[in-house]
Every structure is written in structure tokens, then in C-alpha cells.
């Protein structure tokens, strides 16, 4: 965890920042680190025996660190994705906030790890809609596309290993200390926090030297 935080805080401090959308670059920056500590927070404070009511603060301020990952860097993608199709980014921002809220509200009210997975679902929807549009209309750089796709591969897969306690459920007791479904999963997200983060700054640099004057499909 501390070295992906520590990654980010780096290339803040040194002036990484892209100079002509700094708010883009914290809407990116800020949510991912936060993540990564509440998460850190999360693991210290797990096993003390405090109680279930303390657990489940815990739990809930891990799960709205992770949320918010998914939440706040989607203003650049759509931004960049619809690039040259301002009704259309207006459109998808307001379709992707308004269900993003009413899943907050889910989230909240949710008792069981099955009703809080929902909203993640709902938004993964939304986030590889996105991506299809983009996708079909060539917008934005490749190399952000391809990364795009790696944030959605990564997360999913990572989501359906830790689910299935995958590979421990096929070795019981082989994987208790290392490689186990929990741990696979934190590295997936890791690495899908970076590819989301790579994805914004390729799209940056890429309309830094393009316009919508040559952009096509064809």
C-alpha cells in the first residue's frame, strides 16, 4: 500500500501535477492515495478486539476509500473520452453522478457484502459503456484506451478472485501467508489504480498535441 502511496505523493510534491488540468490531476492523485491509507488503516486496526460495531466503521470507511477511486477519476475519462463531443461528456456526466449517488445511498444502507458489491457492479456498467464509446469512436490516445481496458481487466478479475477465495479454495492451508485471493486482489487494484492513473496522463498529453479538428472514426 505504502509504496503506491508513496508513488503518488512523490510526483505531487516534485511538481507533477499536468500544468494545464492540475484539478484533473488531483481528481486522479487525491482519491487513490486516500484509498490506499484508509486501507492501510483498515488492515492495523482489524484484529483488535473492539467489538463488531468498530469492525463495521472500519469496514465502511475501507469501502467509501475504495468507492471513491472509481468515483472521482471518471471526471477525466469522460472528459478526455468525449473529448470532442461536449453533448455527449455533458450527457454521460450527469448519467454516470446521478446513479453514482443513488449507489451511495445503497452502499450506506447495505448489510451483507453481497448488497455492497451492487454498486461497484452498477458503476463497472457504466465505466465499460464508456469505454465501448470510446472505443467505437476512436477518441482519446491508444495507449489510454489500452490502459482503460487494463483498469477494467485488473479490477474485475480482481473482484472475482477475492470473492471465490481463489486459489486457497483449491489448497487449503497452502496460501495462508502469501499469494492467497485477498493479497492477489490488493495487487490487481494497485495495479489498476496505476493503469487509471497512466490512462488519464496519456490522454492528456495526447489532446496537449491534437484537436478536434483531426480527429475521426475513419
Known sequence: HFSILFFFLHRTISGGAWPGAPGFYYAAVVPLS??????????????????????????????????????????????WSLYCYPEMQKQANVVYYSVSCACVVLALRATNNRQRL???????????????????????????????????????LGGLLNAARCPELFR???????????QLMHILTAVCQLCCFFAGQADYYYWEVHSCDNHSRD
Open 34 to 79: 486516500v484509498c490506499l491509507l484508509c486501507s492501510t488503516v483498515y488492515h492495523t486496526f482489524m484484529p483488535l478486539p473492539y467489538g463488531e460495531a468498530f469492525y463495521q466503521k472500519l469496514l465502511l470507511i475501507d469501502y467509501l476509500s475504495v468507492y471513491n477511486t472509481m468515483l472521482w477519476p471518471q471526471m477525466y475519462a469522460i472528459y
Open 118 to 156: 451492487v454498486p461497484f457492479g452498477v458503476q463497472s456498467l457504466l465505466r465499460l459503456a464508456l469505454l465501448g464509446t470510446r472505443v467505437y469512436l476512436r477518441a482519446g490516445s491508444p495507449e489510454g484506451t489500452q490502459l482503460y481496458i487494463a483498469v477494467e481487466v485488473t479490477g474485475i
Open 172 to 182: 487449503p492451508g497452502a496460501f495462508d501467508f502469501v499469494f492467497n485471493s485477498h
